[in-house]
């Protein structure tokens, strides 16, 4: 079995923060680069941030000084720390996993495995 679990959506007022975490198992989790995307509502799936294996991060523009990802790798979980929310953050979060060494790193398709979602709903 391989798959991707969520947890820490919910809904708050903006300017909270929230901390999302996404455990994995089946695969190694040490060989992946980690992502998070979004999907609003009646919009396309966006990339949010993502790690790679040694711990370098990017963003999205639109987060760049709110949200943090970080990984530990001991426990296969990859986090993504959200500060200062607003209603444009609301949204189903998703964790998923990039395996491969070429390919950017800000596109959905170069990543293989998916978890389910978390939501997450900002209130003005």
């Known amino acids: 079995q391989v798959q991707l679990v969520e947890s820490g959506g919910g809904s708050v007022q903006a300017g909270d923060s929230l901390r999302l975490s996404c455990v994995g198992s089946g695969r190694t989790f040490r060989t992946n680069k980690m992502g998070w995307f979004r999907r609003a509502p009646g919009k396309e799936r966006e990339f949010v941030a993502s790690i790679s294996q040694s711990g370098r991060t990017y963003y999205a523009d639109f987060v760049k000084g709110r949200f943090a990802i970080s990984r530990d790798n001991a426990k296969n979980t990859v986090f993504l720390q959200m500060n200062s929310l607003n209603v444009e953050d609301t949204a189903v979060y998703y964790c998923?996993?990039?395996?491969?060494?070429?390919?950017?790193?800000?596109?959905?398709?170069?990543?293989?495995?998916w978890g389910q979602g978390t939501h997450v709903t900002v209130s003005s």
């Open positions: 998923a996993a990039n395996p491969y060494s070429s390919g950017s790193i800000y596109l959905s398709t170069n990543y293989d495995l």
